[in-house]
């Protein structure tokens, strides 16, 4: 592999400062993820990666870099907003990434070739694709289904998360009190997020589930994104999530509603 270019701009560093250091993107774990071993079955929660490390009421935060800082498309029609990115998301975008790398490609060709890969993969996907489907998004959009979101029409849709780097509480994926209420969760959601959806101001923000809403209302309440263009009530579709049937079918309507106000805009 030749020399790492650098020049790249993604919202971890230009939305950097207090608790978020501008170091947590691609352009300083390049060398750092070409140099990991194979992981293809390996956990890549490894100390190379480790970015922040606190305790919070007897609770162990831990965040692993992830080669999630894509640059948000600007023609982006709508952002997915997830909580974090699990423990399979996680590998599954340091292994993109650092093949990628490996083979000589650009910084921004590994973190998309890493999104493409990874971005809400296994169950959640396929259940996201039937639930946006189901309120009307494809239709909206002009697609036949928003599962082509994830790959010939990735430049209509952006993949985010509240905290876009991998982070474990007691080395498990968690979400609700003891993740919103930390300071760090709400640094990477009104910096990084919030840069994010600054950026694309007429997209419709999807949040998944409530810890992920409860990232974009702080954007909200801070008058930095309108409350209107955002699906706040979506349930989560992960494959743990034993109420989201049940949830999606009470919210449906309204949701249904609010896509076709949107598109009506």
């Given amino acids: ?39 293809a079955e390996a956990d ?104 082509t979101l994830f790959d010939e029409h990735a430049g209509l849709c952006a993949t985010t998360s509240a905290v876009c780097h991998a982070m474990f509480v007691d080395g498990e994926t968690k979400s609700g009190d003891e993740i919103t209420k930390t300071p760090i969760f709400r640094a990477f959601a009104t910096q990084v997020l919030g840069a994010e959806l600054r950026g694309v101001p007429d997209a419709l923000v999807i949040p998944f589930g409530k810890t992920a809403a409860e990232a974009v209302r702080l954007n909200i309440e801070s008058g930095d994104v309108s409350a209107e263009r955002c699906l706040v009530g979506f349930p989560s579709p992960a494959g743990g999530n034993g109420h989201r049937k049940r949830l999606f079918e009470l919210e449906q309507d309204r949701l249904v509603a609010a896509v076709k106000a949107w598109a009506a805009r």
């Avoid at 650098?6 to 978020?20: N, R, Y």
Wanted: net charge negative; glycine share 8%.
């Fill in 1 to 39: 592999m030749g020399q790492i270019a650098a020049g790249h701009t993604c919202a971890i560093k230009t939305a950097s400062g207090g608790l978020i250091s501008a170091d947590w993107c691609i352009e300083h774990f390049a060398p750092v993820l070409v140099g990991l071993p194979d992981l």
């Fill in 44 to 147: 890549p929660a490894r100390s190379e990666l480790l970015i922040h490390e606190e305790t919070v009421r007897s609770k162990h935060i831990q965040i692993y870099y992830t080669p999630f800082d894509r640059s948000i498309d600007l023609g982006a029609k709508v952002i997915l907003v997830g909580v974090t990115p699990g423990r399979q998301q996680f590998r599954l975008a340091v292994q993109a990434a650092r093949a990628a790398l490996v083979e000589g490609c650009s910084l921004e060709e590994a973190v998309r070739r890493a999104d493409e890969t990874a971005s809400f993969a296994g169950p959640m996907r396929k259940n996201a694709v039937t639930m946006l489907d189901a309120i009307g998004l494809a239709d909206a959009l002009g697609i036949t289904t928003t599962s």
